[in-house]
């Protein structure tokens, strides 16, 4: 269990005391913490918590949603990310895991709302902000590069997370990991990484390449492991399955991350309303089960 | 309208005879028709049918389904696809759309049904079949060249539609436009083509250099439109809107395709609940209007 970590989102109900608790039961050495769960009890105590438990702080979730098309929407968006960033170093993790966002207007504030009403033919060209995906993607990468050398004076790497394209529009306007290395080539591997979520990019018929590549770059920063389940959730973010109920292929995926040079910890992050229904020591319990048998052998 | 094609599945709901009567009196020129609708009055009065409201065929949908690991059921895809092929030459068209199929476990006969009950370790390994999207892909490689010279010899071109990812496990382990261009290079261009079709392609970072490369090869074969909308419907498949009514960059997109040389028709192809419901004479004047709105200053 040395590299199997409990990603707070999978026990969405427990506190971080909770998780922490449930983490060190379960003989794990390690946790993934999403913010809310941190700013309950503040950084500090987050902090001490953790290793009162003996665990690691595998990475904090998530900075990111810096799409936004208004500037002052966007002064509040880097100010969190500082924030985050923050937190991360007082968590002693290095790996603080960014979800850029989408569209402006899907995902953030200051964007309009679509469809459009009838009459407002002005938007429909081709520089229409709401849809406008190249230049939502060129603010990303502007941002970026305003918050990497605060996150590199912090010791903290900023992690580029590519969101399936299911979330392209609302969530992530990064839907590969090839163009997250793309967007993070122009910076030093120890300040901006990426982090492969199965998830997410199961499907990329270029993913072994592009994860040899962000091995070859040193930027493999995470391994996020759950499941694509059918029927999808009618929300498919919620859609998440345990490692083994679904259509990924741990073993190929993980042969992959480990020919990559990747020695780092594997976090099990899953949103599903069942598996947030049981009880914590049963999800702990499969969790381990399928890290056992669908991951550790080709790790 | 010279360029504005019906697509049958918008019009779920009406026959042939009833659906290219609508397409007609909306004043468009051609019909994109499914091999259901050509399938309930025959392939030669469907081709009639058509030259009687004064039409082209722009395309046939749908072939493929070519994934499965099961030999007999792979014999009976294939002359499936051969008797679409067939259909295609009758109507007139040259565009045979395919839809090339998922893991087997989820899209097809023959494969076996996840996920696993407990104890079944031997499928757990790298070459575990139901999961396997690499070998599945390999098995479409295989069946399209199978399938190449029979459609060669009725003049007919396989058209790659590469599906929105989440379709990736249980319809199309195509997903990207790059990845059916690499499945189709081995072909004449004659022979294999691609379609671009805004609602699965629209979120690819690399999708204005893989429709110009669709174009200078020249297998452009098809453009269909309709948008991505949000929320999205708990089927995802069903999730497809007006041109106009979500985030698709139309105005962008469709300078892609112009500039990659596409002279051919626009196929509105909607497949949505509300819109199936709604009066055919709506549908076809919401589908004129947002192409003269959206689409055709960019064509």
Redesign the interface.
Known sequence: MARLSLNTATTKHLTLPQAAAAAADAGLSSIGVWRDRVQEVGADVAAKVVADHGLRVSSLCRGGFLTTADDDAARVALDDNRLAIREAATLGTHELVLVVGG?P??SGPGGPA???PAGT?AA???D?P?????AT?RRVADRIAELAPYAAAHGVRLVLEPL???F???RA????L??ALDLAAPFDPDVVGVVVDTYHV????DLQRQIARAGAEGRLAGYQVCD?V???A???LLSRGHV??????F??IT?WVRDAGYTGDVEVEIFHEEVWAAPPERTLGTMAERHV??VLP?L
Do not use: N
Not at 130 to 134: E, F, H, L
Not at 202 to 205: A, I, L, N, S
Not at 244 to 249: R, T
């Open positions: 569209l207007a899907a679509l469809p459009y033919p429909d060209g081709p229409d709401a849809r406008d995906v190249v993607r399936h394209p299911v392209a529009a609302d306007v990064i839907s590969t090839g163009q199961w499907w990329d018929p694509w059918l029927p999808l009618a929300d498919p083994g109920d679904g259509y990924v292929d073993a190929t042969r048998r669908y080709h």
